[in-house]
């Protein structure tokens, strides 16, 4: 496929639970994005990724959230002992290169904390 | 100052009507002003952007606005269609990162 792909699509877990989400940019786009969506919301910036290194990782909420990028294409966002608190549509995107404008999003990762 | 207020909440009209959306920002570093449009169950989608060198952009129906001294700027949909039900983000950001903050969103509705 040509877009954004992010598996799974859906995530059921349980509060306390490890949580990996996974995001395949657009081939050659080397800055990549993580976005948070709760429900009724606009997306909330998480992390960006220029190549292989985490540009600004300013906006994961705590130190349960980390995310990687180790060969600069794939990126995997890794929740640790999930809240309920932590439900919402995980948005990845990308773009050609930082500073090109348009972000290409993928449909999201749903992830339900029970 | 990385607030974006996003007017209104929701918004009704009928087709062929006039769709205003109006978004207002605090961080006057900010200089690339995109609005993204998203179907239900699928990411957002770039619909517009501008840069504040200009005061307006048009693309086909969708014209942006932008008031640079009001740290203000709107999407006007001309013509709307049914087709266009759907949530509409205005964002704004640094260009040369491309991290972007999401206004809260607006629902519009098409009547036919």
């Known amino acids: 496929g040509a877009g954004v792909s992010q598996t799974p699509s859906n995530k059921v877990t349980e509060k306390g639970k490890y949580v990996e989400l996974r995001c395949d940019p657009i081939?050659?786009?080397?800055?990549l994005y993580w976005y948070r969506q709760s429900l009724g919301q606009g997306p909330e910036f998480l992390i960006y990724f220029q190549g292989t290194g985490a540009a600004d990782d300013s906006g994961l909420p705590n130190d349960r959230f980390f995310a990687v990028r180790p060969e600069g294409s794939v990126s995997t966002l890794k929740i640790q002992r999930t809240e309920r608190g932590d439900s919402a549509v995980y948005l990845c995107?990308?773009?050609?290169?930082?500073?090109?404008?348009?972000?290409?999003f993928g449909e999201g990762s749903r992830l339900t904390v029970l | 100052q990385q607030q974006v207020k996003q007017s209104p909440q929701s918004l009704i009209v009928q087709k062929g009507g006039i769709s205003i959306i109006n978004c207002a920002y605090e961080?006057?570093?900010?200089?690339?002003f995109p609005w993204y449009q998203q179907f239900p169950g699928k990411g957002p989608a770039l619909l517009i952007a501008i840069r504040p060198d200009v005061s307006e952009k048009k693309e086909g129906r969708f014209t942006i606005s932008f008031n640079k001294s009001a740290k203000q700027f709107s999407l006007h949909i001309m013509d709307s269609q049914p087709g266009d039900s759907a949530t509409y983000f205005c964002?704004?950001?640094?260009?040369?990162?491309?991290?972007?903050?999401f206004g809260q969103g607006t629902t519009l509705q098409v009547k036919p």
């Open positions: 961080n006057t570093a900010f200089d690339y």
């Open positions: 995107a990308s773009s050609l290169s930082l500073g090109t404008g348009e972000l290409f």
């Open positions: 964002a704004a950001g640094s260009g040369n990162t491309g991290k972007l903050i």
């Open positions: 081939s050659g786009h080397t800055a």
